[in-house]
């Protein structure tokens, strides 16, 4: 069932209607019906900054491909659109089809900042459904979540059904195998479908644990069951090559942040800087083949129109083949000279003039360098080793090559810090 008819006359009172139409290009209209578990995937922020994030493109692809499978995106409507919905009587939607939120049988939500924990309790009353898993029934949409800030899912545990640690990429789809066989056997107890997910390694279940405490401290998360594992690990997708994702990376039609084509050249970190949270828990590092990333850039420019790609991860710059792939890029006649290669994350200790060289020879993009404190001795504290040498020589290797300004990145409060650090 769409509610188009009766959302449309709300767009004309609101501001950027343009957030809740869908139509992008790579957007889908998935087909539900019986044998097809439905699943929302939910970013709880603005349409202009839950578009570009990739984990839920990713996931979005993914599931849509699997013929058991339906899957359509929905945002945070801004204040004055949730007036309009409250006021009405209508629920949170799907941007896809307009589908209501409260007939999909997941609700899945990426929470990548701890910010959002709030959005997600308010979209998921807006959808209609219980916030407390404890007031949920059969009928309920199942809420879950996954992303970086799940590896603590304490705050949500009496909100959330299940908690996906780690890589979505193999999971979603076992997911989707246990929703389905609850389905098929009738949508027995909503219990019993709570410990078959608790089986899913990676998938940690809060109903299913109870915290332990002495002398009003936690202690310990142990399990009710028996059928619930003690230690819930994540899950790593080991060989990116297998999960050329997005192959459609969607185009929207109104304006969002990061409006460019995105493609994960790495995932995972081997610095070990401290502060990091992403570093840690996205280890091991994993590669994706040179040849790969030049498909996919060349692919995704065609088909998208950008004239703009960034080559992401947690350190761009420490990609084995980053130069020759940049030069490729650039240099591909398909182009003609007009694509830039942004580079968003950057190591001072990893930019050469080379790369700067090769950057430049398109439309020149900024250049952001994260020394992060300002003394060797702070450095160190942080395991964040770089120079004054190797922060001057950035500096020399991008202004041989043109730049004249360069971002720097710091963190100001950092312990043990002094007056003489900052």
Not at 36 to 42: G, N
């Amino acid at each position: 069932m769409t509610m188009w008819s009766q959302l449309e006359p709300l767009l004309a009172r609101v501001d950027k209607p343009a957030r809740y139409i869908g139509c992008e290009l790579g957007a889908v209209t998935p087909e539900h019906g019986e044998g097809v578990v439905s699943w929302l995937l939910v970013y709880p922020d603005t349409y202009e900054i839950g578009l570009p994030n990739q984990g839920l493109q990713i996931l979005y692809e993914i599931l849509n491909e699997n013929p058991t499978a339906a899957a359509e995106r929905s945002y945070a409507p801004w204040v004055d659109l949730e007036a309009e919905l409250r006021a009405a009587g209508l629920p949170l939607f799907s941007v896809d089809t307009h589908r209501p939120a409260g007939e999909f049988d997941l609700l899945a939500f990426n929470l990548s900042a701890e910010l959002t924990y709030t959005n997600l309790l308010n979209l998921v009353d807006l959808a209609g459904v219980p916030v407390r898993v404890e007031d949920r029934g059969a009928d309920d949409p199942l809420v879950i979540a996954g992303g970086h800030c799940t590896y603590n899912p304490e705050p949500l545990a009496d909100f959330l059904d299940a908690v996906v640690l780690g890589d979505g990429e193999e999971v979603i789809g076992e997911i989707t195998d246990v929703v389905a066989a609850w389905k098929d056997a009738g949508r027995s107890s909503r219990s019993d479908l709570l410990v078959a997910l608790a089986a899913i390694d990676g998938v940690y279940v809060p109903s299913l644990y109870a915290a332990r405490y002495e002398d009003g401290r936690l202690v310990a998360v142990e399990p009710r069951l028996a059928d619930a594992p003690d230690v819930v690990a994540k899950r790593t997708v080991a060989d990116l090559a297998e999960w050329p994702y997005p192959r459609h990376q969607l185009v929207p039609v109104t304006e969002v942040v990061h409006d460019r084509l995105n493609v994960e050249v790495f995932r995972g970190c081997t610095r070990g800087c401290r502060f990091c949270q992403a570093g840690m828990i996205t280890r091991p590092v994993r590669e994706r083949p040179a040849d790969q990333v030049r498909t996919m850039v060349s692919e995704g420019l065609r088909r998208t129109g950008y004239d703009e790609v960034a080559l992401t991860s947690l350190s761009t710059a420490d990609f084995s083949g980053i130069e020759e792939v940049v030069t490729d890029v650039v240099a591909d006649p398909v182009n003609c000279g007009q694509v830039s290669v942004s580079l968003p994350s950057l190591r001072v200790d990893a930019f050469t003039v080379g790369v700067a060289a090769e950057i430049q020879k398109a439309r020149r993009t900024g250049l952001t360098f994260a020394p992060e404190a300002g003394t060797w001795r702070m450095r160190q504290v942080i395991n964040k080793l770089i120079s004054e040498d190797d922060l001057y020589g950035a500096v020399e290797s991008a202004y041989s090559q043109g730049w004249r300004r360069m971002k720097l990145y710091f963190l100001v409060g950092l312990p043990t810090e002094t007056d003489e650090d900052t």
